[in-house]
């Protein structure tokens, strides 16, 4: 009985190595998805950061050309007649005119 016992033991223990070993290989791929997963987070991150400056300059680049200022230039220096469909507001001289606000705004 007792050579019965010691196999019983041996056969309990191998199963418990086979299962931490197991525990183990999966513990360390879990591990190596998380790696995998971190990286590719910093990589979408430092895309969107990409993307969003390049937005960015996009929108500054639409602001300095559609600025007031900017289209009296342009339609100065192509000596375009441009008159209003309508009356402008307020009495004011032209559209690009802010010294003064029209009836019923406030600044």
Known sequence: MPH??????MIKLLIC????????LLLLQLRQQHMELS????RMHDQIRSRQAK???????????????????TVDAHNLKMA???????????WIDVSRP???ETR
């Open 102 to 104: 029209a009836q019923g």
């Open 4 to 9: 019965e016992d010691v196999k019983a033991v």
């Open 17 to 24: 190595i086979f299962s931490a070993s197991i525990i183990a």
């Open 55 to 73: 937005l960015w300059d996009q929108q500054v680049q639409i602001a300095i050309y559609t600025a007031p200022n900017a289209i009296q230039r």
């Open 84 to 94: 209003p469909q309508q009356p402008l507001p307020g009495g004011k001289q032209s």
């Open 39 to 42: 990286h590719q987070t910093a």
